[in-house]
């Protein structure tokens, strides 16, 4: 997997908190690990990012089209690490795959928006399940799930 902005992204992983530190290098290394080929890591919107690269798709992102296309997201946010994957909001079957199988992986309820996850205890990320999701979308098939549902809205 191509990197872009690796001393962005290892200054922002630095500056976690301990307890943070380590289960956002382990969601790191899992989208490394699993996201098919083709999805490139950088750092956009202060966040660690995975994303169809412009040499692939150059139109770029709907919203501006200087991005390439987002496809996830992992923040540390205030309260909570979050996992933003775009999929989830676009794709309505594999939402509630997800949706369903997340208490078969946790013992807390799922706290979820549209594309983001939210996971406040950090010894009980559903690592397996969130391996899993990151295999769901190849390259391609983001692509025309992302076209079908957002890039004609604009």
């Not at 290098?25 to 950088?42: A, I, S, T």
């Not at 989830?88 to 706290?111: C, G, M, Q, R, V």
């Amino acid at each position: 997997m191509k990197q872009n902005n690796v001393e962005e992204i290892t200054q922002y992983i630095q500056a976690l908190e301990p307890n943070r530190k380590q289960a956002f290098e382990k969601l790191r290394k899992l989208c490394v690990e699993n996201l098919p080929q083709g999805f490139e890591e950088g750092f956009t919107y202060n966040m660690l990012a995975y994303f169809v690269p412009k040499s692939i798709y150059p139109a770029g992102y709907h919203c501006d089209s200087s991005l390439p296309l987002p496809f996830i997201n992992i923040a540390s946010q205030k309260n909570f690490i979050a996992l933003y994957h775009m999929g989830l909001y676009a794709n309505e079957d594999i939402k509630n795959w997800f949706e369903t199988e997340y208490p078969k992986h946790s013992k807390y309820k799922l706290d979820m928006g549209k594309s983001c996850i939210r996971f406040k205890k950090m010894d009980d990320i559903p690592y397996t399940l969130i391996a899993e999701l990151l295999t769901k979308f190849t390259v391609e098939s983001w692509i025309t799930t992302y076209e079908s549902n957002f890039r004609n809205t604009k």
